[in-house]
């Protein structure tokens, strides 16, 4: 069955150090993916997404995503740690049999450490 | 921004009784969602709408859950007689086109605990 796995379920960095958070996605068609942030007590917000072309992606609040194909990844980084990061982080996945349905990771909950 | 807005944000329940979660789609999208995560699991699909009908439903999806859009602006889930296993945060998505590429706008969410 399709998949998305997110290592380490939870991230501490430094203030000001880079941030890197890893996905790894299963998908036997081209995949269009997703990372969504969700800060406490609200909802998921779309970070950035891949669907085709450029492979590196830049999204919202600094953060951009490198979909590899060979290496069936989309880490998540950014190159300095903001206290306002501290949040859980999904990578997600469109379903490949799917028209509507997306495929969560299991959340990276990442901590900025003054 | 528009965004997509829930009520309420907590609902207690006792099992066996029968709930409805509101949402309010961003006004010009086409396409509904239900998602819902319990507890330290992942975020997991239920059900998409489109046209006033089921575009697909996951197998959580069953006969005790039904949703509608009753009006022009809202969409419901109703779970109809509750179980402690309901227990979960329940998101609404919603987008302007269908399709695997499009991004789906979610809602705050409303957790729900079934007693």
């Known amino acids: 069955a399709q998949s998305v796995t997110q290592l380490g379920s939870h991230v501490s960095v430094s203030e000001g150090a880079l941030v890197l958070l890893r996905c790894n996605y299963s998908?036997?068609?081209?995949?269009?993916l997703f990372w969504y942030v969700q800060y406490p007590n609200q909802g998921l917000q779309l970070l950035l997404k891949?669907?085709?072309?450029?492979?590196l992606v830049k999204g919202i609040n600094g953060f951009e995503a490198e979909f590899k194909k060979s290496e069936t990844s989309f880490h998540l980084t950014k190159p300095s740690a903001h206290m306002s990061d501290a949040a859980e982080y999904f990578c997600?996945?469109?379903?490949?049999?799917?028209?509507?349905?997306?495929?969560f990771g299991p959340g990276t909950s990442l901590s900025v450490i003054p | 921004e528009p965004e997509v807005t829930q009520t309420p944000s907590h609902q207690v329940t006792q099992m066996g009784q029968e709930v409805i979660l509101r949402c309010v789609p961003i006004?010009?999208?086409?396409?509904f969602y239900w998602y819902r995560q319990i507890l330290g699991q992942k975020v997991e699909f239920l059900v998409s709408?489109?046209?006033?009908?089921?575009?697909?439903k996951s197998e959580i999806f069953d006969d005790q859950f039904s949703v509608e859009r009753p009006d022009g602006s809202n969409f419901t889930l109703k779970i109809r007689s509750t179980k402690l296993e309901d227990s979960a945060m329940y998101f609404c998505?919603?987008?302007?086109?269908?399709?695997?590429?499009?991004?789906?706008?979610f809602g705050p969410g409303t957790r729900l605990l079934v007693l």
């Open positions: 998505a919603s987008s302007a086109l269908g399709g695997r590429q499009e991004t789906q706008y």
């Open positions: 998908s036997s068609v081209p995949p269009y």
């Open positions: 891949y669907t085709t072309g450029a492979t």
């Open positions: 997600a996945v469109s379903e490949e049999t799917s028209y509507d349905k997306v495929i």
């Open positions: 006004s010009n999208h086409l396409y």
């Open positions: 709408f489109y046209n006033n009908e089921i575009s697909e």
